[in-house]
């Protein structure tokens, strides 16, 4: 990075249901903890709605419906409006105009090599039924809007590595091929390697929405409890408390991995200073799935709790959440349409900037007559 570039974070979700867990480790308890740093100069959320249209074209109202579900999720996880942006994508044509111009830089081969892009065409069945363009090409509007706002650092889970990757890819071909203009983003991946993909309350590899296996941030403490104890599974070879277990594979020990500390065993399990020190015994033998699932749930509850009773503040003022929405928006618009300016005299096709062009094609048409 140049020594006098700012540091600019992007970040954003797809408005297609409230956040669970796995955003708030994967990436959002990040950009709470880099908002109050203070060390980053810009800040700026993006609500993907139109990414979300991509595979949700028949259903507009699911993602109308749950933006306002994810700016509550924000506001009360501690996302500050007065220090972090929170825009809409739909409300900013420089992201479309960008989207469009990158599209020429990337090959479709090299947007069918994408993994991430290639599971979730699985999932949704669209090998089968047919894949909606905009839905392959969506990487390509991920890295318009990670370029539109500058950003230096991309704070994600891992499943967005390639994204940012391809982002990379086209920020370098475009700057080879229309001068130095836009910036290299980074991608900043949970240290917590348990906290970059968490899996779902069912044990498979990702907690998504789309696959219904998730604790979201708004849930109530009945339904946590009955999430950890009803749909988790243990070590299924750990039948008495007597018997050895495993904790690796064991989704409650996952859990506890990416989100136990050492404070939580001094106030709610003290017998244990850690959790090796608690996994030791889970592995002898002796330690029962009882024991560790309470603790979990009062673990859970700690970074639960505070969010829930946050969130019943702001949901009792909407209209002051619509109003955070309508300013970052109107400051997202200035930013995004100031980088496409950028980017079309980059690429000589700002014609109405100025009246530069007539003097050109004066010049031009006088030489074609000599
Ligand atoms: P969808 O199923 O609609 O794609 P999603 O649950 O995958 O929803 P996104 O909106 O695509 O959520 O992802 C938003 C952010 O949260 C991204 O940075 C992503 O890496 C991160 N994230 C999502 N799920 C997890 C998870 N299970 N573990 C860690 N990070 C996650
Ligand atoms: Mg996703």
């Known amino acids: 990075m140049e020594a006098n570039q700012k540091k600019i974070i992007l970040t954003g979700d797809r408005p297609t249901g409230r956040l669970h867990l796995g955003h708030y480790v994967g990436s959002l308890k990040r950009r709470v903890e880099l908002q109050n740093s203070g060390e980053f100069d810009e800040i700026n959320i993006l609500i993907a709605d139109d990414q979300a249209l991509t595979d949700n074209a028949d259903n507009p109202g699911k993602i109308r419906d749950n933006i306002i579900n994810v700016v509550l999720d924000y506001l009360s996880a501690g996302i500050d409006p007065a220090k972090t942006t929170i825009c809409v994508q739909s409300a900013l044509p420089a992201l479309h105009a960008l989207t469009f111009y990158y599209m020429n830089l990337v090959t479709t081969a090299r947007l069918s090599r994408n993994p991430t892009v290639k599971a979730e065409m699985q999932l949704r069945g669209f090998e089968d039924e047919g894949l909606p363009a905009g839905f392959f090409t969506y990487p390509v509007s991920q890295a318009a809007d990670i370029t539109a706002f500058d950003a ?65 941030l708004s849930d109530n403490a009945k339904t946590v409890k009955k999430q950890v104890n009803g749909k988790m599974f243990t070590d299924p070879t750990h039948l008495r408390i007597e018997d050895p277990g495993h904790t690796e594979g064991n989704v409650v020990f996952t859990y506890l991995d990416a989100f136990c500390n050492d404070d939580h065993f001094r106030e709610y399990l003290p017998e244990y200073a850690n959790l090796e020190e608690m996994k030791d015994h889970y592995r002898r033998g002796g330690l029962g799935d009882g024991t560790c699932k309470k603790f979990l749930i009062n673990v859970l509850e700690e970074t639960l709790s505070p969010i829930r009773a946050e969130r019943a503040k702001w949901e009792a003022d909407i209209d002051t959440v619509y109003d955070i929405l309508l300013a970052g928006t109107a400051k997202a618009v200035e930013k995004t349409n100031g980088t496409l300016a950028r980017v079309r005299r980059a690429m000589r096709i700002d014609y109405f900037d100025d009246r530069r062009i007539v003097r050109e094609w004066e010049e031009l048409l006088k030489k074609a007559q000599q």
């Open 152 to 216: 230096t650092v991309v704070p994600v889970g891992e499943d967005q590595l390639p994204m940012i990757e391809q982002t990379r890819e086209i920020v370098e071909k475009f700057n080879r091929t229309y001068g130095e203009t836009l910036v290299l983003p980074k991608a900043m991946i949970p240290e917590n390697e348990f906290q970059r993909r968490l899996p779902g309350v069912d044990g498979k590899a990702k907690m998504s929405k789309s696959l219904g296996n998730c604790i979201y």
